[in-house]
């Protein structure tokens, strides 16, 4: 059974840095994919990285490349997102997300997602 928690999430200034971890309490992370999705308000919520089982494959939204880096610990059932260079525009609820196979972008293709954290960023 998956159980994703996320942490990290909190106020930060334009320009500064997060760092947003998720933890799975099961027994399978190491066979998944995982993924930071982020919902603003009144949007639909987005994909803004993803990681394979081995961490051999990562993907981006393109407004994040080069500043949020995605990385994982199968020895530790987690899943991080540093985020750099924050922007006001980065500021929503970031939900963790996992499924069995590859990276997809769609929300609606993850069964499996934690409660969220919310980071905003003031300008």
């Known amino acids: 059974q998956v159980q994703l928690v996320e942490s990290g999430g909190r106020l930060v200034q334009a320009g500064g840095s997060l760092r947003l971890s998720c933890l799975d309490s099961g027994h399978t992370f190491s066979m998944l994919a995982m993924a930071w999705f982020r919902q603003a308000p009144g949007k639909e919520r987005e994909i803004v990285a993803g990681i394979n089982w081995d961490g051999s494959v990562t993907y981006y939204e393109d407004s994040v490349k080069g500043r949020f880096f995605i990385s994982r610990d199968n020895a530790k059932n987690t899943v991080d997102l540093q985020m750099n260079s924050l922007k006001p525009e980065d500021m929503a609820v970031y939900y963790c997300?996992?499924?069995?196979?590859?990276?997809?972008?769609?929300?609606?293709?993850?069964?499996?997602w934690g409660q969220g954290t919310q980071v905003t960023v003031s300008s």
């Open positions: 997300a996992a499924r069995s196979g590859g990276v997809v972008l769609r929300a609606a293709l993850y069964p499996n």
